[in-house]
Structure formats: structure tokens, C-alpha cells
């Protein structure tokens, strides 16, 4: 059926056809089931049911929508049915792995969906980000290609958006601890009390493994420099003192030995009210209390006034936003690596705080070598709602400090 499919994309959408016909052999190892295909050891849709599947799946989109979108190819199955229903007028198909749909193109007969002029479709490169309606098919998402992994991991953070915010809002530890910090929440000063003049240029620093390759040109210039609080025993080991630390966590304190209070204690503490309340008590600087405009800070909002923060679940987050709020015009991003880079998920000097297994690291993301890098769900969705913020600030320049890490979308490679 390979001919009769090209033939018909060749008219409908030529580009895709071309690519399609350049693949001689797939570098995918392909098995042919009774009813699917498995590929690289996953099945592409079920070998049991393959109708039934594709109903559950088709049954997020809502029957009376006239528009739907669907990630991933398949066997065709979720097309089919989704084009039997008279209100749909529009389906964007999207590839995420051409290779995979090759091999779907030589085994079964995609003829009609493929024919049917309310199909349009896409490869990833044309469809950067979710729309709704849509579906994803899980075996695809797991297979995708290189150029789909920011896609890939933006369908996931809508796909777990639900479940992550019920999670926070439910637990009441949160809001326990937070009125517990209230007395350091109402006499601290709010964020903009920290107004800087003429600091354009400023260098975030993550605890990722990379910082440990900046380490001696940090400590020969002396930049202004935001530190977020996992970092701070790589730098202060290596005689770098922040002028800011930024600190979102609840067990942070974990994170500091007991002399680095002192080390810091011309340092400004930028905190949330989740923050450790050990780490609030011991700090010796001044404390600047922030929060992000999330539901999981409604309480406190009632009783104290704050500034807040962009933050999507990582400290380095609200660092960057800082940065902004600071006036950068100029922000370097280092150790901001979302993946294990030589084996570790943190810079030398974290070995006993958050470094963690590179066994756990069973997902990837592209480094800025066009290399895949193992890394975590939560880290992919860091990375990507950090990748989004800079969409929305196009005036500022962001630098990437290195390409071993996660490539960043929207940032250069600093040249040192």
C-alpha cells in the first residue's frame, strides 16, 4: 500500500511525500503483530482490540466539536471514526515520528482518511504547540523523533495539568506550613523593595552539573548573580557568594551547612511562603517574601500583600522572573541543564542534598548538540514552561551557558 499512500499525500501535501520516500529504511526495529505493529519494543495500538481502543481514546473529543486535532498517526483507527461523525468539518493530523509513520504506510490501507478533504496534515515542525480538542496516542508519544520532544512534552503537561493541580490544591500541609511562615510573610518586604539601579546583565545559576563548568570564570568576574538555593554549596565551596538566593521549598534548609548563613549574610533571600521555615529562621540577610498567582497561595493572599513570581514548579523559574523584574535586559542562564548531564542531575558539591540516580532518568530531551539527554517527566515539563516564558519576552536576551544540557528554545549559546 506504500505507493497508493505517497501517491496520495504527493498531491495533498508534497513536502511530506518527499521526506516519505527519502526513507529507504527505518532505524527503528519494527515487528508485525496479528493486529499492530510493535515498534522499538512498543506496540502501536492494541493487538486485541484495536476499535475499542480508538473509541476511548476519540471520546475526548467532544462529539458536537467540529474541529479536532490528533497527535500521532496510528494505524489510522481514531481517524476513521472520528471522520464518521457529520458535525466534524476539520482534522489536523499531526506526525510525530516519520519514521513510524512509514511503517504504518506499508502494513495496513490509510486510504480513505488520508483521501478525505476535511484531513489536513501536519508534521511537528508546523504545529509547535497543543490545541484543542485533541487526543495523543501514547505509543507515539513514547516513540516521537528528535524535532517533536517540545511538542511531545507540552501535550503532556495539558495531558497532566488536571491531575498536578488537584494534587496541590488537596493537601493541607501546604496550607498549614504557609500559615506557619505568615509572621515572616507580613514583615518582610515584598519583592520590588529590591529595585536595582543599572544591572542589565545578570547570571541565573541552577544546580544543574554544567554550573561546575563556569565555576572559575564566576569567581574571577564577580557578575550579579542570582543563585537558586541547591546551588549555593557549589558556589560557596568554590568562594562564590550570590547576591541573591531564591528559595521555593519546603525542605530547602537541607540544603545549607551551618556556615553558609554566615557567608551569606549580606545575601538577599527571596522566599515563598512554602518555603522552610528553619531556613527562614536561620537566615542572617534580608528576607524578601514573593509567591506565585497559583491557587495554592489563595490563603495567604488574604492575609498579606505580595508581588509575585512566574513559577511552573522549579525555583528556576521565579529566579528568571526576578531577573526580569530587576530590569535585565540580558539574562545567562547556568547549571539550567533539565537532564542528567555526566551521569548526575546536580553540580559537584550536591551529593548529599537532591543528587539523584541516573537510573531514575528514564525519559529524554535534546541537548544543544542535537544529542539526546536522560532526564525526568517533571524536568521535560520545567523545561518547557520555562521555554514558553521566554516566548512571551522577546526584548530580553536569553543565554544558554551550555549546549551539554537540555537545549533551550529561545536562547543563544554563551560565547565565553
Known sequence: MFETHVDIIGKRWPAIASELMSITKPGLFVDVKEHTLVINQIQLTSNVDRNKEAQLQTSLIPQESGLAHIFGTG??????????????????VVILNVEVFWCSLNVTDQTSWLSDDRVELHTSESV???VFPFLALPSEMSLC???????R???????????????????????QRMMQNLSFVRQDPPISALALNNVTDIFVCGAGPTLADHLAWLKKHRP??????ASINTLLTNGIVPNI???????SSKLFEDSAYHQLKDTALVYFPNSDGDLLTRWQGQRYASYSDTPMYAEVKKHASLEPLFSAGSVIHPSVDLAKMLGAKKIRLLGTDFSFVYGKSHAKGNENSYE?????????????????????????????????????????????GSEKGAKIEGTSIWQI
Not at 538566593?245 to 525542605?251: E, F, G, W, Y
Open 75 to 92: 494505524l489510522g483507527d481514531c481517524q476513521e471514526i472520528l471522520l464518521k461523525r457529520e458535525n466534524l468539518s476539520k482534522l489536523h
Open 128 to 130: 509547535p504547540d497543543v
Open 145 to 151: 523523533d528528535n524535532r517533536s520532544a517540545q511538542l
Open 153 to 175: 512534552d507540552r501535550i503532556a503537561i495539558e495531558l497532566n495539568h488536571q491531575f498536578v493541580s488537584k494534587r496541590f490544591q488537596s493537601e493541607a500541609e501546604f496550607s
Open 224 to 229: 550579579f548573580l542570582i543563585a537558586v538555593d
Open 245 to 251: 538566593v531564591v528559595s521555593i521549598d519546603h525542605t
Open 356 to 400: 539523584q540516580s541516573a537510573e531514575i532518568a528514564t525519559q529524554w530531551v535534546v541537548n544543544g548538540l542535537g544529542q539526546r539527554v536522560p532526564t525526568m517527566a517533571n524536568l521535560r515539563s520545567y523545561l518547557r514552561d520555562l521555554e514558553r516564558y521566554i516566548e512571551k519576552n522577546p526584548d530580553i536576551q536569553f543565554i544558554n
